[in-house]
C-alpha cells in the first residue's frame, strides 16, 4: 500500500511538473510570436512557434483529462473519442473562414497609420510638387489645412498592390492546402468509421456515419450537376474564353469520373447485406469519393470565376 501511494505521488509530482513545463513553453512562444519581428506570416520562426504551441496545447489537455480520469487511452493523444475528429472539423471550417477572408479583403495602396505630420510654406504650385515629391518616396501627403500660404500635410506610406501573378499563386496555394487538408479530415474520419464498423456488433451494416456522408455526396453531386449546366449556358469574360472551355472539359470529366465512384459506392453498399462487401470497404470508398468532390467543387468555382458577370 505504501508502495502504491508512493508511485502514485511521484505520478503526480511528474504530471505537474510537465504541465508546468507545457504551460511555460505555451506562454514563452506565444510571447516570442507577439513580437514585431517575429509577426510576419512569411517567417518560418512563426510556423515552428505555432506548431510548438498547438502540439504543446494537445499535450497539456491530455495531461488535464487524465487527471479528471477522463481519458482514453485507446485514442489519439489519450482524449475522449471523437475529440481530434472534432478538432480537425473545426479547424477545417477555421481554415476556410481564415484564408476566406484573407481573399476578400481588399488592398487600397494606403497604410491607416499616419507616419506623422509635415509642414509647408509656398504657392500652390510649389505644394503641387511637394507632394509628388512625397509620392516619388513612397508616401502619400494628404493635405490637411492651408492658411495663407502655409499648408499642414499628413504622411501615409503607400502599399503597392500585390501583382496579379501572386494573387494567383497564393489562390493556387490555398486551394491546393484547403484540398489537402480536407483529404486528410475525410481519410480519417473514414478510417474511424471503418474501424467502428469492423470492431462494433453491427459490422455487417452500414455505419450511420457514412450514411449520412453519402447523403451528403449525393446533396452535392446535384448541386454540381446543375453549376456545371450552368456554365456551359454562360460566357467567358473577354480573353478567358480558351481557359473557360479547358476548365468546363475538366469538370465534365471530374463530374464523370465521380458518378461512376457514386455507382460503385451504390454497389458496394448493397453487397453488404449479403455479404459479399465490407462496411470498411464502403465507408473508404465514401471518404474518397467526398475527398474528389472537394477538388471538383473547387475547380467549378474556379471556371465560375471566369464567366462574364451580367
Do not use: C
Amino acid at each position: 500500500m505504501t508502495t502504491a501511494t508512493s508511485v502514485e505521488k511521484n505520478q503526480r509530482a511528474t504530471g505537474i511538473t510537465v504541465a508546468a513545463g507545457l504551460l511555460l513553453l505555451v506562454f514563452g512562444f506565444s510571447a516570442v510570436l507577439s513580437l514585431s519581428s517575429h509577426t510576419e506570416r512569411s517567417n518560418p520562426i512563426w510556423f515552428i512557434g505555432m506548431l510548438i504551441i498547438f502540439a504543446s496545447s494537445l499535450a497539456l489537455i491530455a495531461v488535464v483529462f487524465r487527471w479528471l480520469g477522463l481519458a482514453a487511452p485507446a485514442e489519439a493523444f489519450g482524449l475522449p473519442a471523437g475529440s481530434i475528429r472534432t478538432l480537425l472539423a473545426a479547424g477545417v471550417m477555421v481554415l476556410f473562414a481564415v484564408f476566406g477572408l484573407q481573399t476578400l479583403s481588399v488592398n487600397a495602396g494606403l497604410a491607416e497609420k499616419s507616419l506623422g505630420n509635415a509642414a509647408f510654406v509656398g504657392t500652390a504650385a510649389e505644394l503641387q510638387a511637394e507632394v509628388e515629391r512625397y509620392r516619388q518616396l513612397g508616401l502619400a501627403a494628404v493635405v490637411e489645412s492651408i492658411d495663407n500660404g502655409s499648408a499642414k500635410l499628413k504622411l501615409y506610406r503607400i502599399t503597392p498592390p500585390k501583382p496579379l501573378e501572386t494573387i494567383d499563386m497564393e489562390k493556387q496555394i490555398i486551394t491546393a492546402l484547403v484540398t489537402l487538408v480536407t483529404s486528410v479530415v475525410s481519410f480519417y474520419f473514414g478510417s474511424r468509421t471503418a474501424e467502428a464498423s469492423r470492431d462494433g456488433p453491427g459490422a455487417a451494416k452500414l455505419p450511420e456515419s457514412t450514411t449520412e456522408e453519402v447523403k451528403r455526396i449525393d446533396t452535392t453531386l446535384d448541386e454540381l450537376r446543375k453549376r456545371i449546366t450552368a456554365l456551359h449556358a454562360d460566357e467567358a469574360t473577354p480573353g478567358n474564353e480558351a481557359t473557360l472551355a479547358s476548365s468546363l472539359s475538366q469538370a465534365d470529366a471530374g463530374l464523370k469520373a465521380a458518378e461512376e465512384s457514386r455507382a460503385k459506392l451504390a454497389a458496394s453498399i448493397k453487397d453488404l447485406g449479403s455479404g459479399g462487401n465490407s462496411a470498411e470497404t464502403a465507408s473508404t470508398a465514401a471518404a474518397r469519393l467526398t475527398a474528389s468532390l472537394v477538388t471538383l467543387t473547387q475547380a467549378v468555382a474556379q471556371a465560375e470565376a471566369l464567366v462574364a458577370k451580367g
